[in-house]
């Protein structure tokens, strides 16, 4: 059963500094991984989806890298706001379903 | 798009009730998924469907756990009776296509929040 953990469980930072949040899974035959952000009372949005083959995938502020063959990917976001400060969740896709880490919830102080 | 609609948005019940909760996804999305997000075990998926049709109810706790999907346009996660072990929050996602290795995403509704006391 893959399990994917994302470690840190909560990050504070001032406004400005760099985001690196971690993603690692245990089964590395995935299909892709993508990073979704939630709101609070809110679902959840994807950011960026990386397929296997990839390396990684960016937009705008945001870089995701894949490791797959090591079962770990890592968001960074650059610059943060305090508009980013929300919960990112990453989610592997085996076998057709997607299978969520307990997600990073960040924090940004202006 | 509204995008995907989910009611009720919050929900108190007392233990043995039924509680219905309902999505209606995107417009020509083919694949529709609910999910269940509690703090001691994460977003879980329970079932999903292509076409109106269950594909995988893997995910579905148990018997008191349903849902249909009756049209393109409307589903229903029924807990009957209701125990304050179900109480989360449950989302609703669609897509209009779903592979393994494909480039599309699922998008996800608000969520309902449920209390059964």
């Known amino acids: 059963k893959q399990e994917v953990t994302q470690i840190p469980a909560a990050l504070s930072v001032p406004e400005g500094e760099n985001l690196v949040l971690n993603c690692s899974f245990t089964?590395?035959?995935?299909?892709?991984l993508q990073w979704f952000r939630q709101d609070p009372g809110k679902g959840l949005t994807s950011l960026l989806l990386?397929?296997?083959?990839?390396r990684e995938q960016t937009s705008g502020r945001l870089n995701a890298s894949l490791d797959k063959s090591s079962g770990r990917s890592t968001l960074y976001i650059a610059a943060s706001q305090p508009g980013d400060s929300a919960t990112y969740l990453c989610a592997v896709n085996d076998d057709y379903k997607l299978s969520f880490g307990a997600g990073t919830t960040v924090t940004v102080r202006a | 798009d509204a995008g995907v609609i989910q009611s009720p948005r919050h929900e108190v019940t007392e233990m043995g009730q039924e509680v219905t909760l309902r999505c209606k996804p995107i417009?020509?999305?083919?694949?529709l998924f609910w999910y269940r997000q509690t703090m001691m075990r994460g977003l879980e998926l329970l079932i999903y469907f292509n076409n109106n049709v269950p594909i995988d109810d893997s995910g579905m706790p148990e018997d008191r756990f349903s849902a249909k999907m009756p049209n393109a346009s409307f589903s229903t996660l029924k807990i009957q009776p209701s125990e304050p072990r179900d109480s989360a929050v449950y989302f609703c996602?669609?897509?209009?296509?779903?592979?393994?290795?494909?480039?599309?995403?699922?998008?996800f509704g608000p969520g309902t929040r449920l209390l059964v006391l």
């Open positions: 417009s020509g999305h083919d694949y």
């Open positions: 089964d590395s035959a995935i299909y892709n």
């Open positions: 996602a669609s897509s209009p296509t779903w592979d393994r290795g494909g480039e599309e995403t699922q998008y």
């Open positions: 990386i397929q296997s083959s990839q």
